[in-house]
């Protein structure tokens, strides 16, 4: 068992205020351990987690949490922040159901001022807060920490226009864990960054822009000198010209050059822009080495590492989606595939490796990818864009305004569609089929297992109109894809079971736990594969030839593909009851899927259960004689 006598002493911020810098140092080291070794029998986010260590520490010095906000872009990257705030003993339930989560949460702490998991919010709330406190009378600091990736965001960049025309005490800390745009750092750019950061520096540059104010050449001339004097040792000025007063960058690692730069930029007025430059897995090689392999691993032992494992029997559906785009791509010329940022999450790293020329990642930035998959299909060109559910919530007006509006055939690869476990109802794929089936000229299918999802994105490559296929994270059930590029019928659904007196419509990965329950309950399941269109001829089949029928989707009930079948009823005027299994009307925490599926009802026996209690007449009347069904 690992010692932390410093990191025991620090139950909240306070505490940490009362040590000496030396002991900050050594804090650090215990709190880096003790991260690693956490994450390591929980799993979650390692990398951007030791590389926030010091910077974490310097900003609960000299800021008074909480009544001075911190607000952490995305948050994972939060878990030292976590630990100094109340929450060490808790992490050994981080991300685990009825745990902690991985990002912050309001209702987890008042140290957590703004919830985050998308990236790219920070500088926006912040900018709130901090304009909120002054319309209040308040005196209290904005604090917004935002990483190099999530700057490639259109919403920073919106924020820093608004902040900087703002009367605003607001600081935007940029941590460059990349050290892409940054040069080496040292001891002249700590001396600068402080001295830049000092008053006195400030106050000669206001009363030097004072004075020159009225003599516009002059003025245009220092302005120059002192972009250039920077310009030596400096990344480019682009904040100043957003209305910023620029420092930096400095060591993100270095508690020396931190805490008194801080205690500096929290005298001055105004918005305030501090370049920080860290190394992802700081302090742990392995990490170092492998950020990537390290963002966000699962149990491990930390003496060994991470340990490949032998490759699983059954392919995930990213996995699946990855060799289809391939196989496509090779097929194809006109074929391209686009991301948001999330090339390994997508399953695009072998697309990226043989089609490099054909593989666009254009940063977190989900709007942009939607209009310009648009673009590309507007000049003949065929867009996959591989995006998560959740993710394209963020892209939501593009795909209407620019995608269906002018009906272009890009097609929505939806990974993480419905329940995805730790990370939270923030990247839960709950809402897509709610939100996308009401769209004009838009299709959505919703594969049930590996081998439908390669065939179904093949029906919808196919198509010239827009079209998105949904599936989950994980493997299903290990139906092996076939290795052709042969479709699916549009629009169709299948019989998957004849039973009697009520019948069980599925949509997706569901249809393996329905036909378990339909054994011991004698129902009829379809496999409806799409719910936009329905297959409103298959659907009105088989409502004539049952009582009852119930309609079962990993998804949100509202406005789902229940409500979808709801409607093709009454259009048909065909009254029958229809009981909707799905996900309930509140956002759903962390845990384990299949657990939290259990929860809802949405297991073969939760199924079996529901229908049961509904139509308990209809499945006695229906029993042979003789023949007891099973109660659950």
């Known amino acids: 068992m690992n010692s932390y006598p410093l990191l025991e002493r620090v139950n909240d911020p306070a505490d940490l205020r009362r ?31 030791l590389g926030t260590v010091e910077l974490t520490i310097a900003l609960h010095a000299v800021f008074n949490t909480p009544h001075d906000r911190l607000v952490w872009d995305v948050g994972h990257q939060t878990y030292p922040h976590k630990i100094l705030t109340g929450r060490r003993e808790a992490m050994a339930g981080l991300r685990q159901l009825g745990g902690i989560s991985g990002f912050p949460q309001r209702a987890e702490s008042v140290y957590d001022t703004f919830g985050t998991a998308h990236s790219s919010t920070s500088i926006s709330a912040a900018l709130g807060m901090a304009l909120a406190a002054k319309q209040k009378g308040e005196s209290r600091h904005s604090v917004a920490i935002i990483g190099d990736g999530a700057m490639t965001a259109g919403m920073a ?34 001396y600068l960054a ?19 104010k009225n003599v516009p050449p002059l003025l245009e ?102 060799q289809w785009l391939c196989d496509m791509a090779e097929k194809d010329t006109r074929l391209v595939g686009i991301t948001p940022a999330m090339r390994e999450g997508s399953g695009m790293v072998e697309f990226n490796r043989r089609f490099p020329a054909r ?40 795909m209407i305004h620019d995608v269906a509006l002018q009906n272009l055939p890009v097609v929505f690869a939806l990974d993480r569609a419905g329940l995805v ?20 000229n838009m299709s959505l299918a919703c594969p049930a297992d590996e081998r439908e999802c390669r065939q179904l994105l093949t029906t919808a490559y196919e198509q010239d109109h827009p079209v998105a296929v949904r599936y989950p994270r994980g493997a299903g059930v290990g139906v092996a894809p076939l290795p052709g590029l042969d479709g699916l019928p549009f629009g169709e659904g ?34 409806m594969r799409w719910a936009k269109p329905l297959d409103t001829d298959l659907l009105l089949q088989v409502a004539q030839e049952h009582d ?85």
């Not at 892409?180 to 750092?185: D, G």
């Not at 476990?421 to 004009?440: L, S």
């Open 221 to 322: 001339l220092a302005k120059r000198l002192e972009q250039q004097a920077k310009g030596v040792v400096l990344p480019a000025t682009l904040f100043e010209n957003f209305g910023f007063h620029y420092i930096g960058p400095i060591d993100g690692h270095d508690l020396d050059a931190l805490i008194p730069t801080l205690e500096n930029i929290k005298s001055l007025k105004g918005p305030q822009f501090l370049h920080v430059v860290t190394k992802k897995g700081q302090g742990y090689k392995l990490a170092e080495q492998d950020p990537v392999a390290y963002h966000g691993p699962g149990k491990f032992d930390p003496q060994v590492g991470l340990v490949k494992s032998a490759a699983p029997a059954k392919q995930t559906f990213t996995q699946v989606f990855g």
């Open 548 to 632: 009852a029928l119930v309609t079962l989707e990993e998804g949100a009930i509202m406005g789902g593909a229940g409500s979808a079948v709801a409607e093709a009823l009454a259009e048909a005027d065909l009254v029958k009851p229809v009981l909707h299994l799905g996900l309930p009307d509140a956002f759903i925490e962390h845990g384990d899927p299949a657990r939290l599926l259990a929860l809802h009802g949405l297991d073969a026996v939760g199924i079996e259960c529901a229908i049961r209690t509904r139509f308990a007449a209809l499945l006695d009347a229906a029993a042979a004689p003789g023949a007891a069904l099973r109660a659950v």
């Open 157 to 190: 960049f919106e924020a820093l226009n608004n902040a900087g025309v703002s009367d605003a005490n607001l600081l935007v800390i940029l941590n460059d864990n990349d050290m892409s745009i940054s040069p080496p750092v040292g001891a002249l750019n700590r």
């Open 494 to 527: 299948e019989l998957r079971r004849q039973g009697r007196r009520v019948a069980i419509l599925a949509f997706g990965t569901l249809l393996y736990p329905a036909l378990e329950a339909a054994e011991r309950l004698g129902a009829t399941v379809v496999n």
């Open 359 to 398: 593989y666009y990642d254009v940063g977190i930035a989900e709007q942009h990818a939607v209009t310009f998959a648009a673009g590309m299909a507007c000049e003949g060109v065929k867009p996959v864009v591989a995006i998560y559910s959740t993710f394209l919530q963020r892209g939501y007006d593009q």
């Open 421 to 440: 476990g730790a990370d939270g109802a923030t990247h839960a794929g709950n809402y897509d089929i709610a939100f996308i089936r009401c769209i004009p």
């Open 194 to 212: 402080q001295l830049m950061s000092g008053q006195f520096y400030a106050k000669a540059r206001d009363v030097g822009r004072s004075m020159l």
């Open 19 to 49: 040590l000496s810098r030396a002991d900050l140092k050594g804090l650090a080291g215990e709190l880096r351990d003790f991260v690693l070794h956490s994450v390591a029998r929980t799993g979650g986010h390692l990398s951007s987690n």
